[in-house]
């Protein structure tokens, strides 16, 4: 029996999608480069929003989403170290620089940011029941 699936996380999906789809259009490197990363991160996002419980009223650094998807999914720490060595990388393109990325980086991180979706809404898709809050 499985529970439905959260509002919340399926609008994250949506984004993710619609972002990535957006990336495959884009004609400028940098900017494909950009795209895909945030559509995996919101891909993360939403696996996240799934799993990851409140901590505690502590106060500490802010954590990266790609730390904190390996704490809550470890199955997908080999994508968490990918997209986290790209998020430098985009950080900058962010910041104006657009030479810091080559077509075929954004073309591998197209195909990637891709096929992480893919595997996030599988294991968002098949959530036993009482998993999901």
Same mark, same amino acid.
């Given at each position: 029996?499985?529970? #439905?699936? #959260? =509002?919340?996380?399926?609008?994250? !999906?949506?984004?993710?999608?619609?972002?990535?789809? /957006?990336? $495959?259009? *884009?004609?400028?490197?940098?900017?494909?480069?950009? +795209?895909?990363?945030? =559509? @995996?991160?919101?891909?993360?996002?939403? !696996?996240?929003?799934?799993?990851?419980? #409140?901590?505690?009223?502590?106060?500490?650094?802010?954590?990266?989403?790609? $730390?904190?998807? *390996? &704490?809550?999914? #470890? *199955?997908? =720490? /080999?994508?968490?170290?990918?997209?986290? %060595?790209?998020?430098?990388?985009?950080?900058?393109? /962010? @910041?104006?620089?657009?030479?810091?990325?080559? /077509?075929? %980086? @954004? %073309? %591998?991180?197209?195909?990637?940011? &891709? *096929?992480?979706? +893919?595997?996030?809404?599988?294991? $968002? &898709?098949?959530?036993?029941? &009482?998993? @999901?809050?």
């Amino acid at each position: 029996m499985y529970s #439905p699936i #959260p =509002a919340s996380v399926t609008a994250l !999906l949506t984004q993710a999608k619609r972002t990535w789809a /957006e990336a $495959v259009l *884009e004609p400028r490197v940098a900017e494909k480069y950009r +795209a895909s990363h945030v =559509a @995996a991160l919101r891909a993360a996002a939403a !696996l996240l929003a799934l799993r990851a419980r #409140p901590a505690a009223a502590v106060r500490r650094r802010p954590t990266s989403a790609w $730390v904190l998807l *390996e &704490g809550v999914a #470890p *199955e997908l =720490a /080999e994508w968490s170290a990918y997209f986290a %060595d790209s998020a430098q990388r985009r950080a900058a393109i /962010e @910041a104006g620089s657009s030479s810091v990325v080559s /077509e075929r %980086d @954004a %073309d %591998d991180l197209l195909r990637a940011a &891709g *096929e992480f979706i +893919a595997i996030v809404e599988r294991m $968002v &898709g098949a959530l036993p029941l &009482g998993v @999901a809050s």
